[in-house]
């Protein structure tokens, strides 16, 4: 009916087809899945998938009609260009192009990747550069350009669903013994529908059948005609193995960035993107940021999506300390108090209540948004061992895909006749929302190996009902699917709060850290407990009590109405007027 007239994009992401059909990202997944899309929620699809999803729903979907200039104008920027869109002409100077690394799988991203990182260590970098942050910078010609160190077009999509468009310049890779594959008509998919200029690295050109030739005529075929044949798209011969190539190559994305209009304000406000983050053991969460416009300083308050914190130290790609860090630098940044999701814009403000007050703002937005579709592993083995279902699906994330690879093949050898193991989906990185909303939505578990869960992502599946289960050792892994398999898995813990305390003072005590001098409002705080700290509605901090005490004496437990100093595990940025609750878990019947 023309009254349910909708129009939609070429390629548009799950999560922004929700919005637009005003239903829930789990309901559009679950359509997808009925006609056989997997699709996660940051996932783009393309203009006939969306008008099916969309007629479902009973929508008539009509290609839009805007044209390039209005929609550019509009919502179709970056988040962050749309943020700094009020900074006048004259301040905007010019900065590094970002450049991301894109193609189909071997290729050669990662080897490209390496081979340019080591053109700088050749150019005379003392040490080299050995840590992986997820970006890096090379100078060519005394100018810098950045690089995304986080190959594949998943993290490319994640920011661009996120509206924050990390790069300028997409490298596209292409191996000239093979050309042409699916993914990489995705890549340029994705970097058309983002607008980022495209330049083709013609890799493995040392192969003796590469046939440069035909991969042109490739992609000529998908608009990307090669200069040499009198098109705009630059086409560079390189060979990462042989580190040939390499130098045309950075030539090529300066030439292509003077032609861009690649500038920011650094004087103005700051923000940018998150490319990745993870909390260490020693020294709490680590982020990389990608600074898009401004000039981010260490001390500065940071909020991305609904982490936030002030920044504690800030180190360059190559770990050298550094006090502030203009446009298009990456930096790694200690200080947030939870893990930000890779993709997600940060913004710097004024104080930690600011912060937290947007945070919390968000929060209730997120809350609002909750769906719920409940199965519970439990759920899962009931139906498993009923026959009801056949099928054990999994998804699967681990830190790095070196690991993936042998988890995938041990998983897999444990499907029986009977029963199939079945991997719906596997990549690398930490669990994120997006992992707890394909889990909900295709029944299935979520595992975790060498990664944590972001507290967003855990504060989902508990109300998804969604599983999620770490390990770090596999044989552990596999020992626990095997259990399930065999409907023998460990019983699932009860919880019991057993105290509440306020935080009344805080005493930085040197070496240990932050003692939070509280006093008991409920029952008992247990030494060997397990807590979780609340400021306001918030969650900040999930773990354990490293030290308690009463007066001077280390206890085991504080009862209700007394007064004592507690040290969180791992967290030193307790504040006055913080609730943290204490509980036990046990093993339930
Ligand atoms: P990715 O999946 O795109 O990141 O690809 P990789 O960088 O992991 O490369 C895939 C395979 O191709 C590896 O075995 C590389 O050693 C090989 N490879 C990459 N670049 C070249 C090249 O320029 N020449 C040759 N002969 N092999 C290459």
């Not at 359509?31 to 699709?39: E, F, I, R």
């Not at 894109?102 to 080591?118: E, M």
């Not at 940071?302 to 914190?309: D, E, R, Y």
Request: aromatic share 4%.
């Amino acid at each position: 009916m023309s009254e349910k007239r909708i129009e939609l994009p070429a390629g548009i992401s799950v999560r922004d087809l929700s919005t637009k059909l005003k239903v829930s990202p789990i309901d559009i997944i679950k359509k997808l899945m009925a006609n056989g899309v997997m699709a996660s929620i940051n996932q783009m699809v393309d203009f006939d998938t969306s008008a099916i999803v969309a007629a479902e729903f009973g929508w008539d979907a009509v290609p839009e009609s805007a044209d390039e200039e209005e929609v550019l104008e509009s919502g179709e920027l970056p988040l962050w260009r749309q943020k700094i869109a009020s900074e006048k002409d004259g301040d905007l100077k010019s900065r590094a192009p970002v450049v991301t690394i894109l193609g189909h799988v071997d290729h050669g991203k990662t080897s490209l990747l390496d081979a340019i990182r080591q053109t700088e260590v050749a150019a005379g970098e003392a040490g080299g550069i050995t840590q992986h942050i997820g970006a890096y910078q090379v100078e060519k010609e005394g100018r810098l350009i950045t690089f995304l160190d986080t190959p594949g077009h998943a993290a490319f999509t994640a920011m661009r669903a996120r509206g924050a468009q990390g790069a300028d310049i997409v490298v596209l890779v292409v191996a000239a013994d093979d050309g042409v594959m699916p993914q990489t008509k995705e890549a340029i998919a994705h970097a058309k529908a983002a607008r980022v200029p495209i330049i083709v690295a013609l890799n493995k050109i040392d192969r003796p059948n590469a046939n440069p030739d035909r991969v042109k005529q490739q992609l000529a075929e998908q608009e990307l005609v090669p200069d040499d044949w009198g098109g705009d798209t630059t086409v560079v011969p390189v060979s990462a193995k042989q580190k040939t190539g390499i130098e045309d190559l950075l030539t090529a994305i300066l030439l292509v960035s003077d032609a861009s209009d690649i500038r920011a304000n650094p004087q103005g406000k700051v923000m940018g993107t998150i490319i990745e983050a993870q909390l260490e053991k020693a020294k709490g969460v680590l982020a990389t940021l990608l600074v898009q416009n401004g000039t981010l300083k260490n001390g500065d308050v940071v909020v991305a999506g609904t982490a936030h914190g002030r920044l504690k130290a800030m180190f360059d790609y190559r770990g050298k300390p550094v006090q502030k860090a203009g446009p298009s630098t990456p930096v790694r940044v200690m200080g947030m108090t939870e893990v930000p999701s890779a993709g997600d814009v940060f913004e710097v403000f004024a104080n930690e209540k600011t912060a937290r007050d947007v945070v919390s703002k968000r929060l209730e937005v997120l809350k609002e948004q909750n769906i719920s579709s409940k199965m519970s592993l439990e759920d899962l083995f009931a139906k498993f061992k009923a026959g009801e279902v056949k099928e054990l699906r999994l998804i699967l994330k681990a830190d790095v895909q070196g690991s993936l690879e042998p988890v995938m093949k041990e998983v897999n050898s444990l499907s029986t006749g009977e029963i199939a193991i079945k991997v719906i989906y596997a990549e690398t990185g930490n669990i994120g929302e997006n992992d707890v909303m394909l889990a909900s939505a295709s029944k299935a578990i979520i595992v975790g190996f060498n990664v944590q869960a972001d507290v967003s992502a855990r504060r989902l599946a508990e109300a998804e009902g969604v599983s999620i289960r770490l390990y770090d050792i596999i044989y552990r892994l596999t020992e626990d699917i095997e259990k399930a398999l065999k409907g023998m898995l460990q019983p699932a813990f009860t919880e019991t709060v057993t105290g509440k305390a306020s935080v009344l003072a805080v005493f930085p005590v040197s070496k240990v850290g932050k003692i939070a001098g509280c006093r008991v409002l409920e029952g008992e705080i247990r030494r060997n407990g397990k807590v979780r700290m609340y400021r306001g509605t918030d969650l900040v901090y999930q773990g354990e009590i490293s030290s308690l005490k009463h007066e001077k004496d280390d206890v085991r437990e504080v009862r209700h109405g007394f007064e004592c100093g507690i040290n969180l595990k791992n967290f030193n940025d307790v504040e006055v007027g913080d609730i943290i609750e204490c509980y036990t878990l046990e093993k339930s019947a």
